[in-house]
């Protein structure tokens, strides 16, 4: 009898949904579907991942009310199915987060079976530690606001530092865009190159990157005073770059301030060219400027953040995170 009255309630459910919305939620085996909602902030990758998935996308409705805050609704009634919900963080990183959060508890408290996050940019990363004291964590505050927000699955693209993610407390999975890197490092004919990290931090990724690209990596010491946010770089002593193309990596370009400096410090050194590869562009403060006049040959970022500035190089990375976060459901 109760298997019944569910099947009936299954039925009429769908039959609604066919004749409201003419757009069902393909099911699994199991009777369960995958939703991929996209935020405002998505950069291109939920459909992507609906794609793979065959899953149903939906574009979340917003708007902005006169004082600035945000309005949310899902297109479609809220379903006991499996929520992948993907949103960048810049520009408008408040709102952007915001977003999220409300987005994820919706979905959560109103009977989704899971909630999964994508986020091609994560922001407030940077600061993971308390370098002065009384300085707030926000790494750590935000990533726990959006665990507890309902998020069961976080996924990220390249966050600062990946050991900050424990303060999710749930599943999370940090995506570097490697392939895509390579795929287009590959392409450009690179003679003698050298992968150079601008700081301790950027350790991983260069070695990552020289490892994809077959050749070496050299880790530069940085200095920040931690009053006016001035860096300085120290390059070892007795360093010749002649005939060498230099790839600097590292996650974010925001004023530019250190590729800058670490490309026109190699162009001294006599580099042959001078790449600057990052995850996530921000570009702020006079940057496009400052790079220029670095030196700089190519500036390449991955696209996680909706905006887009001229003369930089765009990788497309859509399937390589749709791959990571379908193998979760395939
Ligand atoms: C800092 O540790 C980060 O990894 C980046 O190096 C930094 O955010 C880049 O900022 P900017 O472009 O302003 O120098």
């Known amino acids: 009898m109760e298997v019944l009255a569910y099947l009936t309630k299954a039925c009429v459910k769908e039959c609604l949904q066919l004749l409201i919305f003419n757009n069902p939620v393909p099911k699994?085996?199991?009777?369960?579907?995958?939703?991929?909602a996209s935020l405002p902030g998505d950069v291109g990758i939920g459909e992507r991942i609906s794609n793979l998935l065959g899953a149903q996308h939906q574009e979340?409705?917003?708007?902005?009310?006169p004082d600035g805050e945000s309005y949310l609704r899902f297109p479609h009634p809220i379903e006991s199915d499996d929520y992948v919900l993907v949103q960048?963080?810049?520009?408008?990183?408040n709102r952007r987060l915001l977003e999220l959060v409300m987005a994820a508890k919706t979905l959560s408290v109103r009977g989704a079976r899971s909630v999964s996050a994508v986020i091609p940019y994560l922001a407030y990363a940077r600061q993971d530690k308390e370098f002065l004291p009384g300085e707030v964590v926000s790494a750590e505050v935000v990533l726990e606001l959006l665990g507890s927000s309902g998020i069961s699955d976080l996924y990220v693209v390249d966050i600062h530092k990946p050991a900050v993610l424990k303060a999710f407390r749930r599943r999370s999975t940090n995506i570097m865009p490697l392939n895509s890197f390579k795929k287009y490092m590959s392409g450009l004919n690179l003679r003698n190159p050298l992968v150079v990290a601008p700081d301790e931090g950027a350790?991983?990724?260069?070695?990552?990157?020289?490892k994809a690209l077959s050749t070496d990596y050299l880790v530069i010491k940085k200095f920040r005073d931690r009053y006016t946010g001035k860096i300085l770089h120290s390059f070892p002593e007795g360093l010749d770059f002649g005939g060498v193309d230099v790839v600097v990596i590292d996650d974010i370009i925001s004023t530019g301030g250190t590729v800058a400096d670490i490309a026109s410090k190699a162009k001294d050194l006599g580099a042959e060219r001078v790449f600057a590869l990052a995850t996530h562009g921000i570009f702020v403060d006079g940057a496009v400027e400052r790079l220029r006049n670095s030196g700089i040959d190519e500036v390449i970022v991955a696209k996680t953040v909706g905006r887009v500035v001229e003369g930089v190089t765009y990788l497309d990375v859509g399937d390589e995170v749709a791959n990571v976060v379908g193998r979760r459901f395939l």
């Open 28 to 36: 699994n085996y199991r009777g369960y579907g995958v939703i991929v």
């Open 60 to 65: 979340v409705i917003h708007k902005v009310f």
């Open 88 to 93: 960048s963080t810049y520009p408008e990183q």
């Open 203 to 210: 350790r991983h990724r260069a070695s990552l990157l020289s």
